[in-house]
Each structure stands twice: as C-alpha cells, then as structure tokens.
C-alpha cells in the first residue's frame, strides 16, 4: 500500500488485533496514526499516537455507513 497519504482513514492488524485511526505520518515503512476507538460503525478520534508497519494495514477510507466523530 504505496498509495496511503497524511489524513487517510486506515484499518488493519496491530499486535493480536485490529486498529483503525487516522494517519498523521508516513515513513519508508511505517505509518504513524492518531488512534480510533470504535463503536460499531461509529469512530471516535484519541490523541493516542500509534506505529503500524504498511504490510499490516488492509483498508484505507470509511466505507459509506461508517462515521468519524473528532471526540
């Protein structure tokens, strides 16, 4: 995933389970995200700074019934 830009939404794996967020920066093998909590189809925006290595993340943008709340 070569194509992921500053302020993507992405999904993917992160240790033993899945993370969301938004992203803030993006290194030669890492994207550096602002962490999401999730409600069901409802995403909520921390402060919460988080590495995940490209090869992990498996989607990028919201799909259409889901939202993001900036807390």
């Not at 938004?22 to 995403?43: G, L, T």
């Not at 402060?47 to 807390?71: A, C, M």
Request: proline share 0%.
């Amino acid at each position: 995933m070569d194509d992921i830009k500053i302020g993507d939404f992405v999904k993917g794996s992160y240790k033993c389970g899945c993370i969301c967020g938004v992203v803030v920066d993006v290194k030669k093998s890492i994207v550096i995200i602002k962490k999401c909590n999730q409600h069901y189809n409802e995403y909520t925006l921390t402060e919460k700074l988080v590495n995940v290595t490209k090869s992990r993340i498996r989607e990028v943008g919201l799909n259409e019934n889901e939202t993001l709340k900036l807390s």
